[in-house]
């Protein structure tokens, strides 16, 4: 599975982390969306690797407030839902 799951990444394109989040109703600015990108492609491994020890909250401030209320519910349905695949 992680196999598969880097490549993606590996393929992943900022244009990907955009649709994805207006699909969950998230408008990122810019800088947003540079840093989310940044952010997956640097840091998945660890992510995947140790999902439980990942805060989200330590990430607020490079978002608007009310983006980050919408990244975190999603974050926290799509942990639920694949947390024990990992």
């Known amino acids: 599975m992680f196999n598969f799951i880097e490549r993606y990444i590996n393929n992943m394109t900022k244009d ?3 649709k994805f ?3 969950k109703n ?3 600015s ?4 540079t840093f989310t990108y940044e952010f997956i492609k640097k840091n ?3 992510i995947l690797g140790n999902p439980k020890l990942f805060d989200i909250e330590r990430y607020k401030n490079n978002y608007s407030k009310e983006n980050f209320s919408k990244i975190t519910k999603v974050y926290q349905e799509y942990f639920q839902r694949y947390s024990n695949y990992l």
């Open 16 to 18: 990907d982390v955009n």
């Open 21 to 23: 989040a207006l699909s």
């Open 26 to 28: 998230i408008e990122l």
């Open 30 to 33: 810019e800088n947003e969306l």
């Open 44 to 46: 998945y491994k660890n």
